[in-house]
């Protein structure tokens, strides 16, 4: 099975009734995160300097909320995306019922595993990003460089953080790890595939859980192959 029809299986996975579920979920934490957002920069403009006028203060605020959610508009899908982090392993655990009945889901990430994993890939992150930060100065003077240094870093992140994510279920951390280290250009190509998905608008909203579960069907694929019969 090829990595697009992989995805194709995780876009189809995304829309099933499971994950919808964990989709309007997040969608109405999203809704309800944003407006308070929006109220709280509204109610925060009306502490700011009078101008000695009741009608111009009143309209600097409103102008303030306004921007504030136009603002929201590009950063919602962050805060989709965010918040879908947050229900990656219960996704996973669907997706696996889903199409493997017969197959146990793996056990959940504990919250020792979960967190020295994540550590671990917030350490990466940071450093991945401060040993790209010449590269992304030049990418301002060459055209499409930026491009390149954003697929390339956030492909390898992504390709890491979803396939470990995935592959902790059924095994421990360095053992997650050492899969995607035996298998790193397909977990790469993965992972580029998914950070595609992450950018283009709409779409952006379930990237995360079109990504998880084409993580599952790959993890699952490369695990077996690599089981003796």
Known sequence: MSLVAIYLKGLEDALSPPLRAILWRVLGLGLVLSALLVWGAYAGLGYAPSTGWGWLDEAIRIAGGVLMAIGLAFVFPLVMTTLQSLFLDEAAAKVTRRDYPGESPGRDVGMVD?????????????????????????????????????????????????????????????????????NRMVVFGAGLLGTALMVVPIVNLIAPLVTVAAMVHLERRLRLARTPR
């Open 114 to 182: 979960g967190t020295v994993a994540g550590l671990r890939f917030l350490v990466i992150a940071i450093a991945l990003n401060l040993a790209a930060l010449p590269l992304q100065i030049v990418g301002l003077f060459v055209p499409l460089l930026n491009l390149l240094v954003f697929l390339i870093l956030n492909g390898y992140l992504v390709g890491r953080e979803y396939f470990e994510q995935v592959a902790m279920r059924h095994a421990p951390v360095k053992a997650a790890s050492a899969l995607r280290r035996a």
